[in-house]
C-alpha cells in the first residue's frame, strides 16, 4: 500500500505478505498464531537492522587475508510493550541473540483513556544502545508514544519500533510525538474502529498469542 508517512516503512516482501496473511485469518490456531508471530517477527528485525554500522575487521579465510565487515555501533536492546509485545521478542532475539531486553508494562486507564505504567523494567545502560521497541499493533499509538517518552527520559536517543500491524491514527500520533523514531511494519492497514481495533487487522493480538479468549 503507498503511503505519505515519512516515519514509516511497510515490508511488503511476499514471504511476510503470505504470513501475515494466514496470522489474520480467523481460524488460525493459538499455536499457528504464535509461530507466524515469531517468523514474521524474525523477518521485521531483518528489515529493522539492515542500516546498523559495520566496520571491517582483518581475516584469514584458507585463501588469503582481507578485511570484511561486522557489525559495530551500539549494542541492542529490545523492549516490549507488555503483553502482547512479549509475543515479538522470540523471533526478534533469534536474529540479534546478545541483545538485552526491557519490559515496558501500561494500561488504559477507562476514565481518561491515557496509558498509565504499571512495570517498567529495562537495563542499567540502556541510553548506549539502540532501542527497537516492539508492539504488534500500533492502534491509537498511545502506548508506543508514553514508552517512547520513558525511554527518552531514560536517556536512550537511538530507537526505533517494530509492529506487525499500524494504523494511520497511530503513525500520525507517533510523527506528531517522535518525529525521529522510524516505524517498521508488516502492513499499513485502513483505520482504527470505535472500539480501538485495527480494521481489517487480526483481532485482539494479546489474546491470540496467549489464547486467552
Ligand atoms: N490491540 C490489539 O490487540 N488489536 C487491535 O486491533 C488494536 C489494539
Do not use: W
Not at 81 to 107: K, S
Request: include cysteine.
Amino acid at each position: 500500500m503507498q503511503h505519505q508517512f515519512p516515519n514509516l516503512t511497510v515490508i511488503t516482501h511476499p514471504l511476510v505478505q503470505h504470513k501475515l496473511t494466514f496470522l489474520r485469518r480467523e481460524e488460525t490456531s493459538t499455536a499457528g498464531f504464535r509461530r507466524l508471530v515469531k517468523e514474521i517477527s524474525q523477518m521485521l528485525a531483518y528489515e529493522v537492522t539492515q542500516d546498523l554500522p559495520t566496520e571491517t575487521m582483518r581475516i584469514k579465510t584458507p585463501i588469503t587475508e582481507f578485511d570484511s565487515p561486522i557489525i559495530s555501533g551500539k549494542k541492542q536492546c529490545i523492549v516490549s510493550i507488555l503483553r502482547a509485545g512479549n509475543g515479538m521478542l522470540d523471533g526478534m532475539l533469534e536474529l540479534l541473540p546478545a541483545a538485552r531486553v526491557g519490559h515496558i508494562g501500561l494500561y488504559r486507564d477507562p476514565a481518561t483513556l491515557e496509558p498509565v505504567e504499571y512495570y517498567f523494567k529495562v537495563p542499567e545502560d540502556i541510553s548506549e544502545r539502540m532501542v527497537i521497541v516492539v508492539d504488534p499493533m500500533l492502534a491509537t499509538g498511545n502506548s508506543a508514544v508514553a514508552a517512547l517518552n520513558r525511554l527518552k527520559e531514560y536517556g536512550v536517543t537511538t530507537l526505533k519500533l517494530v509492529c506487525l500491524l499500524a494504523c494511520p491514527e497511530g503513525v500520525k500520533n507517533l510523527l506528531e510525538h517522535h518525529p525521529d523514531v522510524m516505524i517498521t511494519t508488516a502492513a499499513l492497514d485502513e483505520k482504527l474502529n470505535d472500539h480501538g481495533y485495527i480494521v481489517p487487522g487480526l483481532g485482539d493480538a494479546g489474546d491470540r498469542i496467549f489464547g486467552t479468549r
